[in-house]
């Protein structure tokens, strides 16, 4: 089995002080796909290159404290790429990929921050020009290669995603344009929202993000923005899936599913 781990770590040096590295080096995944690292190369260096025994790989923001991805792994990639190609929101860091090629297969595992427009309307605007731009790349890269992408996708995509779905209609993460470009990933370009063909009907017991207003995460009154969104073959190879929610890392929650695969 491979196992996957995407998890919002909302700064790795805060996950670093809640026990995220012991969690990790206990269920020890083949890899662990990151987001909002909050750091830059000089933080991570010599403390966070390695997690519970796992390499990694960064894309960090060029804003200090923003943002940042990260592939962790135990195999060694035939190739990493770092962004994909936009400059607005590369800068950002947003996009990292893993390639294990062999002579058989093209394989990629990458982690992705989509943005949040929740702070207002210029942000959402970027994260609409984030949505327009990312799905050619990701019809490209479909055409060349089979790709599991993990991450904050920041989009609850049907009613049964999210807790109050009928007062968040008109609040970023569930709102009409933002669902509809899920559907079209989904239903038109194909790929494969993992979780759900695993949980089809689940509801309470999918959210994987919490606010901290409140007593949400105590009332889990939560959101499901967290995804494996894979190209149908390896989608096929998808057995068991799990949220973690025995330890609070972040304001997310840790989504691993296992995968018939061998690297």
């Known amino acids: 089995?491979?196992?996957?781990?995407?998890?919002?770590?909302?700064?790795?040096?805060?996950?670093?002080?809640?026990?995220?590295?012991?969690?990790?080096?206990?269920?020890?995944?083949d890899c662990i796909c990151v987001q909002e690292v909050k750091a830059q190369a000089a933080d991570v260096s010599g403390r966070f290159e390695v997690l519970a025994g796992l390499t990694g790989h960064f894309h960090f923001a060029q804003k200090k404290g923003y943002s940042g991805v990260a592939v962790y792994t135990r195999h060694e990639p035939s190739d990493v790429v770092v962004g994909y190609g936009s400059e607005e929101f590369d800068a950002e860091g947003r996009y990292v990929e893993l390639r294990f090629d062999t002579p058989q297969?093209?394989?990629?595992?990458?982690?992705?921050?989509?943005?949040?427009?929740?702070?207002?309307?210029?942000?959402?605007?970027?994260?609409?020009?984030?949505?327009?731009?990312?799905?050619?790349?990701?019809?490209?890269?479909?055409?060349?290669?089979?790709f599991i992408l993990c991450g904050d996708i920041n989009i609850a995509h049907k009613e049964q995603d999210l807790k109050n779905w009928r007062s968040n209609q008109k609040n970023s993460g569930f709102l009409p344009e933002e669902r509809a470009w899920m559907t079209k990933l989904l239903d038109e370009r194909g790929l494969v929202d993992v979780y759900r063909q695993l949980q089809p009907t689940a509801t309470d017991t999918a959210y994987t993000w919490w606010s901290n207003r409140g007593q949400a995460y105590a009332n889990n009154v939560g959101w499901r923005l967290d995804y494996h969104l894979a190209t149908p073959a390896l989608a096929a190879l998808a057995r068991t899936e799990s949220i973690y929610k025995g330890e609070k890392f972040s304001d997310h929650a840790p989504i691993t599913v296992d995968y018939e695969l061998a690297l």
Do not use: C
Not at 16 to 26: D, L, N, P, S, Y
Not at 107 to 124: D, K, N, T, V
């Open 1 to 29: 089995m491979f196992k996957l781990t995407s998890l919002n770590l909302n700064g790795i040096r805060s996950a670093a002080t809640k026990g995220v590295e012991a969690w990790i080096a206990k269920i020890q995944p």
């Open 105 to 146: 297969r093209k394989l990629s595992i990458i982690s992705a921050y989509f943005p949040s427009g929740s702070s207002g309307e210029e942000r959402q605007q970027a994260k609409y020009r984030f949505l327009g731009g990312f799905d050619p790349h990701l019809v490209g890269l479909k055409k060349k290669r089979e």
